[in-house]
């Protein structure tokens, strides 16, 4: 079952990944790509310092284009897990 959501739409991806560049860099090329001026906001790192969370937040016109870019988000190198 899907919820019912009305677009368009705020939206806050949680992003846990790599903490490397080139991680963060990839994250924001792909915002870059879909026309989104934000940056993601580095958030806590972990413990050992290997993975830090990113805070991606933007507006999204449609299910597809959410989906599309969950997607896009979750396929950057050094991207685990996409919330």
């Known amino acids: 079952?899907?919820?019912e959501l009305e677009f368009p739409l705020a939206w806050e991806f949680?992003?846990?990944a790599e903490d490397t560049p080139a991680t963060q860099s990839a994250i924001g090329k792909v915002l870059d790509r879909y026309g989104y001026a934000q940056r993601p906001v580095?958030?806590?790192?972990?413990r050992g310092g290997k993975y830090v969370?990113?805070?991606v937040r933007v507006v999204v016109p449609s299910r597809d284009h959410l989906d599309v870019l969950a997607h896009s988000l979750s396929s950057c190198p050094g991207v685990r897990f996409l919330l």
């Open 53 to 55: 969370t990113y805070s």
């Open 1 to 3: 079952m899907q919820l």
């Open 42 to 46: 580095r958030g806590r790192a972990s």
């Open 14 to 16: 949680r992003v846990i």
